[in-house]
T-cell receptor, first 112, second 113 residues
Framework: NAGVTQTPKFQVLKTGQSMTLQCAQDMNHNSMYWYRQDPGMGLRLIYYSASEGTTDKGEVPNGYNVSRLNKREFSLRLESAAPSQTSVYFCASRETGMDPQHFGDGTRLSIL | LAKTTQPISMDSYEGQEVNITCSHN???????ITWYQQFPSQGPRFIIQ???TKVTNEVASLFIPADRKSSTLSLPRVSLSDTAVYYC??????????????FGAGTRLAVHP
């Protein structure tokens, strides 16, 4: 059982380049999330999708776009990468009600 | 949103019981308390969740006093593999509330031989 799978695991970009981070879950969960985690910090919510076909902004959405491609997949796009977006990006999913979030192992993104 | 406060770091030794306390003075009636564990280079992992009194699972116990203004995560007989960051989250776990949960900086637990 793979759970939440994120690709790629590592990526280095130059300022201004674009990039899509992929996330897929095999637990048939309704909700999916994208977080970023800066060194020594907690996670901050970028965007979330409460159900297939819906997306909403989280705490730090600027500079990002998302697509809920289907129930399994939720992608995060950086249209014009900036050094301030250097971070570790985590995707998570959950069912509804009291179910906790299940996280992937992250994508480590460096922008030069 | 209920703000949480927890120690930045803690140290312990193998075999000891570790208690990490989280303060959440403005917890709301519908809010639950959830703890996650994060190892280096991994995503957070759910440990335990509770509303009041005591909850126990195979990994930890969660103690919540009657006023619910704080909670304590208890890890029995820790080992080196329990070295991680522990996050306390408080919020309404309904369909809308989970989208508003805030991960603070957490508590860095270091377990020594």
């Amino acid at each position: 059982n793979a759970g939440v799978t994120q690709t790629p695991k590592f990526q280095v970009l130059k300022t201004g380049q674009s990039m899509t981070l992929q996330c897929a879950q095999d637990m048939n969960h309704n909700s999916m999330y994208w977080y970023r985690q800066d060194p020594g910090m907690g996670l901050r919510l970028i965007y979330y999708s409460a159900s297939e076909g819906t997306t909403d902004k989280g705490e730090v959405p600027n500079g990002y776009n998302v697509s809920r491609l289907n129930k399994r997949e939720f992608s995060l796009r950086l249209e014009s990468a900036a050094p301030s977006q250097t971070s570790v990006y985590f995707c998570a999913s959950r069912e509804t009600g009291m179910d906790p979030q299940h996280f992937g192992d992250g994508t480590r993104l460096s922008i030069l | 949103l209920a703000k949480t406060t927890q120690p930045i770091s803690m140290d312990s030794y193998e075999g000891q019981e570790v208690n990490i306390t989280c303060s959440h003075n403005n917890i709301a009636t519908n809010d639950y308390i959830t703890w996650y564990q994060q190892f280096p280079s991994q995503g957070p992992r759910f440990i335990i969740q509770g509303y009041k009194t005591k909850v126990t699972n195979e990994v930890a116990s969660l103690f919540i006093p009657a006023d619910r203004k704080s909670s304590t995560l208890s890890l029995p007989r820790v080992s080196l593999s329990d070295t991680a960051v522990y996050y306390c989250l408080v919020g309404d776990m309904g369909s809308g509330g989970y989208n508003k949960l805030i991960f603070g900086a957490g508590t860095r637990l270091a377990v020594h031989p």
